[in-house]
């Protein structure tokens, strides 16, 4: 009975996961038909409506979907998960990962994987822009009168939007995949209308006619790529959301439904234009069969555009808490707005940041037609970036041979490339905003990761052995006073400053000392039972090994209850921690440094804003003493 039921199980959770991702998985790429054709045959640099131009982008389209998006992400890339997780900072510590490589390039593939991840907040920021901005824009076709308020309209929204994020998405998560099932059926039921007025357009999935194209109108072509590009912005979300949702399930949801429908859409404006090229002022909304339906069109894209953008936002939340646990940010205060999914967080800090960076964008550029041109080129770069890391991670961790691994690279890669030069002419017009945001956030990574590691150096040369010094208090040590003294060091092997500063001090130590190393390795989750080693010292001291993944959550009263049941226990009104809190002072630029002296301030006022260790790693505030130190970055 049980074996006979079990496919038909498994087919229902596949089912239910592959619903659920439609409404977190693909709501970028699902709302990409709003601009994409219009900005081919209206944007900036527009083509002639004729049946060759437009036979070519729509193959031009469908072949990029199908190897970018398919082959590329669902069928490669995917397989390259790090514990079932994905996403940049998921394929960077796999590629980190890689035997016998020397540091510059093991450095040269960490440089990658911090800009990808940097390029990520520019997406986050004109991805609600641009979609919310496409769908409100939709009113203007419902009558020009309505034009005035499509930009307060759309800001209105996306304060909304961001006011909503506190609250978490938990409550609504389960709306989001049926309205984006219904979404992309709509996009299928108007594509399909259009088709059935003009059904030549189905022979576009012939790749002769991108080949065609491209020959025929060589610099109109690679110019057109720039457009057709927006129709796979959104497909790195397959990868980023794979640990949520599953390969098999986001493979199946494209494959089986988002793919066609989303294609047939396409295929159905196509139709429109060719039947009446005055169409090509907003394809999408005329493809309406009635005028009745342009309001609860507006109004449903709207909503899939509000889905889309909050993927996004959740996305950058998520990079951010991983970026910290990975050391490439530093400590800003986290909620977690769900007490189920531990994915459900909210960052007040960046909340507020994107929202006004996307305030400030959708007021400067006015139209997702100029929006247009800072779209595409980050998320090219980083489809290349994604590329280069694959390239490693098949190379060293799946022992490709050199020629199979190198056809995988210069496939993708030449692919990449043709989309990524034909965005950098975008520029000018707008592309340099997506790479400023890029450039900026990846010098605050860079600089924190470099400020760390010298701290971390300078720190281990003041440092006393940890051995040579239990040998001193066996040969009589310190007055012991009663309780538990837990210091936090990240060097196991050394003494703590914060014990030294107490014992220069107070000249006392206590009973029980407890030296708690906490680190965060490269892959997602760390089993409980795997996360806590405890290793017994003399004199009273024991050390904890604490391991965490980079989306997990550091809990230090947890710590305490593992250890309990290892043996080490302890009386919460009897303990105290000591946290040692360095000072950063800037070096003189005169002085021969490693740090840049502009790294140096900007280090500084990054680490003393950082959130206090207590909040991070919620210690009980008023079980805490903080030693300070001034220390120059040699």
């Given at each position: ?332 205060r986290i909620k977690f ?110 600089t924190w990761r470099l ?71 490269d892959v997602p989750h ?109």
């Amino acid at each position: 009975m049980t074996a006979e039921h079990t496919p038909h199980g498994e087919k229902s959770g596949l089912a239910a996961t592959a619903l659920a991702a439609m409404g977190v998985v693909f709501g970028d790429i699902g709302t990409s038909p709003l601009y994409t054709v219009k900005e081919v045959f209206a944007g900036h640099h527009p083509l002639p409506v004729t049946a060759d131009n437009v036979l070519g982008i729509l193959s031009l389209v469908f072949w990029a979907l199908t190897i970018t998006v398919s082959l590329k992400y669902v069928i490669f890339i995917m397989r390259a998960d790090n514990k079932g997780e994905g996403g940049i900072m998921a394929l960077t510590a796999l590629a980190l990962r890689t035997a016998n490589a020397s540091p510059r390039i093991l450095w040269m593939m960490s440089a990658l994987g911090i800009f990808g991840a940097a390029l990520f907040y520019g997406d986050a920021v004109i991805t609600p822009a641009m979609s919310v901005l496409s769908a409100i824009e939709g009113l203007e076709v419902v009558t020009p009168l309505l034009t005035p308020y499509v930009l307060p309209i759309t800001v209105s929204i996306l304060i909304l939007l961001f006011l909503f994020q506190r609250h978490g998405t938990a409550a609504v998560g389960a709306l989001f995949g049926p309205l984006m099932m219904f979404w992309f059926a709509t996009l299928g039921a108007l594509g399909l209308w259009n088709v059935i007025q003009y059904p030549s357009v189905l022979a576009a999935i012939n790749p002769w006619y991108a080949i065609a194209f491209v020959i025929k109108h060589q610099g109109v072509a690679f110019l057109a790529l720039g457009s057709v590009v927006l129709a796979i912005t959104g497909g790195e979300a397959l990868y980023a959301d794979m640990g949520h949702f599953g390969r098999r399930a986001i493979k199946w949801a494209w494959f089986a439904f988002v793919f066609p429908l989303l294609y047939l859409n396409y295929l159905g404006q196509g139709a429109l234009i060719l039947n009446d090229p005055k169409a090509i002022e907003n394809p999408f909304f005329l493809m309406a069969p009635s005028e009745l339906l342009l309001i609860p069109l507006v109004i449903m894209a709207t909503i899939a555009t509000v889905i889309a953008s909050q993927a996004v936002i959740s996305g950058a939340f998520s990079l951010t808490s991983q970026a910290m646990q990975l050391g490439y940010c530093p400590r800003i205060r986290i909620k977690f707005t769900s007490e189920r999914e531990k994915g459900q967080i909210y960052v007040p800090n960046i909340n507020w940041l994107l929202l006004l960076a996307v305030i400030i964008v959708v007021l400067g550029f006015k139209s997702s037609t100029n929006l247009a041109s800072a779209y595409g080129i980050a998320v090219t770069l980083t489809m290349m970036i994604d590329t280069i890391l694959a390239f490693v991670v098949v190379r060293a961790l799946w022992k490709w041979s050199w020629p199979r691994a190198a056809l995988f690279l210069v496939f993708f890669v030449v692919v990449d490339f043709a989309f990524f030069s034909a965005n950098v002419i975008k520029i000018f017009d707008g592309g340099w905003f997506p790479l400023a945001l890029g450039f900026s956030v990846f010098a605050l990574l860079s600089t924190w990761r470099l400020g760390r590691r010298l701290l971390y150096e300078k720190l281990q040369q003041d440092s006393i052995p940890l051995d040579a010094f239990l040998v001193s208090l066996a040969d009589g040590g310190p007055h012991r006073v009663d309780g538990t003294g837990i210091f936090l060091t990240a060097s196991p092997e050394g003494v703590p400053r914060a014990l030294l500063h107490n014992l220069y001090h107070n000249k006392v130590l206590h009973e029980r000392v407890v030296l708690l190393n906490v680190v965060t390795e490269d892959v997602p989750h760390v089993p409980e039972g795997d996360s806590v080693c405890i290793e017994t010292l003399g004199e009273g001291f024991s050390r904890v090994f604490v391991r965490y993944g980079f989306k997990d959550d550091p809990d230090v009263p947890r710590i305490m209850e593992l250890c309990a049941e290892q043996g080490l226990r302890f009386d919460m009104m009897e303990t105290s921690f000591f946290l040692g809190r360095e000072t950063v002072v800037t070096m003189p630029i005169s002085r021969r440094v490693r740090m840049a002296y502009w790294r140096q301030i900007l280090f500084t006022w990054m680490f003393r804003n950082a959130d206090p260790a207590t909040a991070f790693f919620k210690i009980p505030p008023n079980r805490v003493v903080e030693l300070g130190a001034q220390v120059e970055l040699a």
